[in-house]
């Protein structure tokens, strides 16, 4: 599994999900290992973004410097003609479609490139979103989990624990409930969009190889 499938599935997974998964292996490990991926994610995307920014910037700067010379050309076509130069007239237009073309595609190079640093950007945001949460209702749910065990209780999702009348218990899971509910329905659409872009924009190739292709492509490596 690749860096960006890894990092799609830490996107899309809820946190009201992960309290359940928590519940059915009666352990936070599940916990402490989404924050370990999490966070190990995090960093290669801080780090890749970098190298993305800097590839961001590059295109920008030969999109803009493509379309002044095709504005310059543009101009000379206009003299020469006026001037009844018509083989130079000629000459620039065939340069200036070419200068043309490669603004062009400059251009949309930039602009998904671009759509890319934003939505890793966005990523980023998500993810520490989740980790915050989990890491503020880990002791919460270790709690209640130890009230589930002294009662040999088989408890395999957040149903379950209602069923359990012990006050304290019932009154932890209400907590955990809530506060998951509303982070999840907080990030909800974000995490929906992300999934989504992630999946049409990178798509199975590694952010690695992508980034590694254009800047041997820029000529940047």
Same mark, same amino acid.
């Given at each position: 599994m690749n860096l960006l499938q890894k990092i799609g599935i830490l996107v899309s997974a809820t946190l009201h999900s992960l309290v359940d998964r928590a519940l059915?292996? %009666? #352990?936070?490990?599940?916990?402490?290992?989404?924050?370990?991926?999490?966070? %190990?994610?995090m960093k290669l995307i801080q780090s890749a973004l970098v190298d993305l920014k800097a590839t961001v910037r590059t295109l920008r700067a030969r999109y803009d410097q493509a379309a002044d010379d095709a504005a310059r050309l543009d101009l000379q076509i206009d003299q020469a003609l006026r001037a009844g130069k018509e083989a130079a007239a000629k000459a620039h237009m065939v340069r200036l479609n070419s200068v043309m073309e490669i603004a062009q595609t400059y251009k949309a190079q930039y602009e998904r490139q671009n759509r890319a640093y934003n939505t890793l950007t966005d990523v980023v945001q +998500?993810? $520490?979103? /989740?980790?915050?949460?989990?890491?503020?209702? *880990? &002791?919460?749910v270790a709690t209640m989990l130890e009230l +589930? *065990?002294? /009662? %040999?209780?088989? !408890? *395999? #999702?957040? /149903?379950?624990?209602? /069923? +359990?009348s012990d006050a304290r218990t019932r009154q932890i899971m209400e907590d955990v409930r809530s506060? @998951?509910? @509303?982070? &999840?329905?907080?990030?909800?659409? !974000?995490? @929906?969009?992300?999934? !989504?872009e992630l999946e049409q924009? +990178?798509?199975?190739?590694?952010?690695? !190889? $992508?980034?590694?292709?254009r800047r041997q492509r820029l000529g940047l490596a």
């Open positions: 059915q292996a %009666n #352990s936070v490990a599940v916990f402490d290992e989404y924050i370990r991926q999490a966070e %190990n994610s +998500i993810l $520490q979103s /989740k980790v915050d949460v989990l890491r503020a209702q *880990r &002791d919460q +589930i *065990r002294s /009662k %040999n209780i088989v !408890a *395999r #999702s957040i /149903k379950d624990v209602e /069923k +359990i506060q @998951m509910d @509303m982070a &999840d329905a907080r990030l909800e659409a !974000a995490t @929906m969009r992300l999934s !989504a924009q +990178i798509g199975d190739a590694t952010l690695e !190889a $992508q980034l590694e292709e």
